[in-house]
Every structure is written in C-alpha cells, then in structure tokens.
C-alpha cells in the first residue's frame, strides 16, 4: 500500500525558513496533482500550494512570495520551500496527492485529494 511521508519540520524563529519534503513510494501509478496543507490549532485546514502534473501551481495569498512548491518525479518527492517564516505559518504541515489532474484554482481545495500524509510540525517564535 502506497504513503506519502513527510519531513524536514521544525522550530525556527521569525524570518527563519524551512524546506518541507514528501516522499511518496508504494503507488503504481503517477500523481496528477499534489499540494501541501497546513492545520493550526483550533483552526480549518487550509491550502497552501499545489502542483499540478504540466507544472502549474496555486499559492494561498498568505504566503505568495515566500513559499516555493516544486516535485522532483525522478525522486517521487513534493518539496515546500518556505522562507521569511512568521509565527503564523505555525502549523501542522500535510502532503495530499491525487492520481486525477484539476485546473490550477482547485488545487488547495482538501476535497480533491484521497491521499494524505502523516504531517510535520513547523513552529515559528517571535
């Protein structure tokens, strides 16, 4: 049975960055979009970047300029570079994936993913 994995969370003060990884293995077919959530506590669920198959991709308005989305399919692995990390991007991190592919504006919509990661925390201090 497949699972997608993630890792490279952690604590980091304001201003910090972070590169999020998930490995994907135990799948016999290819991901046709791919995106990273992120839940806060006390808080929904919420899209922060996804991929899609051709290479496009969707950025949550909250961190448009600091956070790159990109997939090495040699590597199975979905990469999130986060940088000028602020207190409230602190968040348990989830990789999600699909095998079908959707137009760029339902990428960060959690309904269209049936595979999800286990999450990494990512903790930013003031």
């Known amino acids: 049975q497949g699972q997608l994995v993630e890792s490279g969370g952690g604590s980091v003060q304001a201003g910090g960055s972070l590169r999020l990884s998930c490995a994907a293995s135990?799948?016999?077919?290819?991901?046709?979009?791919m995106a990273w959530f992120r839940q806060a506590f006390g808080k929904f669920r919420e899209g922060v970047a996804g991929?899609?198959?051709?290479?496009?991709?969707s950025y949550a308005d909250s961190v448009k300029g600091r956070c790159t989305i990109s997939l090495d399919n040699a590597r199975n692995t979905l990469y999130l570079q986060l940088d000028n990390l602020k207190p409230d991007d602190t968040a348990m991190y989830y990789c999600?994936?699909?095998?079908?592919?959707?137009?760029?504006?339902?990428?960060?919509?959690?309904?269209?993913?049936?595979?999800w990661g286990q999450g990494t925390q990512v903790t930013v201090s003031s």
């Open positions: 135990g799948y016999d077919y290819t991901f046709g979009s």
């Open positions: 991929i899609g198959s051709d290479g496009s991709t």
């Open positions: 999600a994936a699909t095998r079908g592919e959707m137009a760029v504006d339902h990428l960060l919509k959690s309904y269209n993913y049936n595979r």
